[in-house]
């Protein structure tokens, strides 16, 4: 209980049925730096939270989660225990299949303030779901830069239930690419389909490289508009649009954008598209 740093990495590594009995990080209250990455993957079926992370300030590489199994993480629902930590160096990466079906929100990530490279959320299944009780950012306010890119992407039948932005009121600007990606074998799938517009990013201004949308089949069946992008003026290289968007018909809510660094490109079928009024 005494330890306060660790230089570089904390890693935790389990396979689906290892480690089912932690269900906090208490005993390590007085940590407060890690130098590296964060890093959990395989196991805690019975983690419900990050409990006795109190102290934790920031981590000076990347903050990562993968799941792998269907019981992975299954306790988690926020990231309660992690209050004040500030600064991601690296990357905050989500990687969830079969798994993290119960994580609501991003509650007890108030204090984050800065990602300094890419904030990543992938949800995948086979035959099953990913991060379906994930509905917005909630618990995100303070973060205002992402260094990197911003790339949520859904395979199948995950975050089904992801409707808005809200929670990232305060982002100003991304780094890099901004990427909403849905994908699947058949037109069942409902992955992103609660997602109607980009409501919550209403004071992002620029996005240093691509903005992209691409989606398959079914996915983003009722994404309508772009209604919260309204502050957003530059765009540093392409808008690409690559997906059968059949609820959109027009550009609003893109009224401020003044520049995009590179191409602009619509493929696939915007049935119901009938001007490019912003």
């Known amino acids: 209980e005494s330890l306060t740093s660790i230089g570089s990495d904390f890693v935790i590594e389990g396979s689906s049925s290892s480690l089912e009995s932690l269900t906090s990080f208490q005993g390590l209250n007085k940590l407060s730096t890690i130098g ?17 992370l ?26 309660q225990g992690l209050n004040k930590l500030s600064t991601i160096g690296g990357s905050f990466k989500i990687h969830a299949y079969n798994s993290l079906n119960y994580l609501s ?5 108030e204090s984050l303030t ?17 991060l379906n009780s994930l509905t917005s950012f909630r618990g995100l ?39 909403i990606e849905g994908s ?3 037109s069942f799938s409902h992955s992103l389909e609660s997602l109607t517009s980009f409501r919550g990013l209403n004071k992002l201004s620029s996005i ?5 949308i691409e989606a398959k089949y079914g996915n983003l069946r009722n994404f309508s508009s772009f209604e919260g992008l309204e502050s957003l003026t530059s765009i540093g290289s392409d808008f690409v649009i690559s997906a059968y968007l ?18 602009f490109k619509i493929e696939n079928s915007l049935y119901n598209l009938s001007s490019f009024d912003a």
């Open 36 to 52: 590296g990455s964060f890093k959990i993957s395989g196991g805690f079926d019975d983690l419900s939270s990050f409990e006795g």
């Open 54 to 79: 109190e102290s934790l300030t920031s981590i000076g590489s990347d903050f990562v989660i993968e799941g792998s199994s269907d019981y992975f993480l299954y306790s988690l629902t926020s990231f």
């Open 105 to 109: 929100s991003f509650e007890g990530l």
């Open 114 to 130: 800065s990602i300094g490279s890419d904030f990543v959320i992938e949800a995948s299944s086979n035959n099953s779901s990913s």
């Open 141 to 179: 306010n303070k973060l205002s830069t992402i260094g990197g890119s911003f790339k949520i992407s859904a395979e199948e039948n995950s975050l089904e239930n992801f409707s808005s932005f809200e929670g990232l009121e305060s982002l100003t600007s991304i780094g890099s690419d901004f990427v």
């Open 184 to 186: 699947s074998s058949s």
């Open 208 to 212: 240093g490289g691509s903005f992209k």
């Open 246 to 263: 059949e609820s959109l018909t027009s550009f609003q809510g893109l009224s401020s954008l003044s520049t995009i660094g590179g191409s």
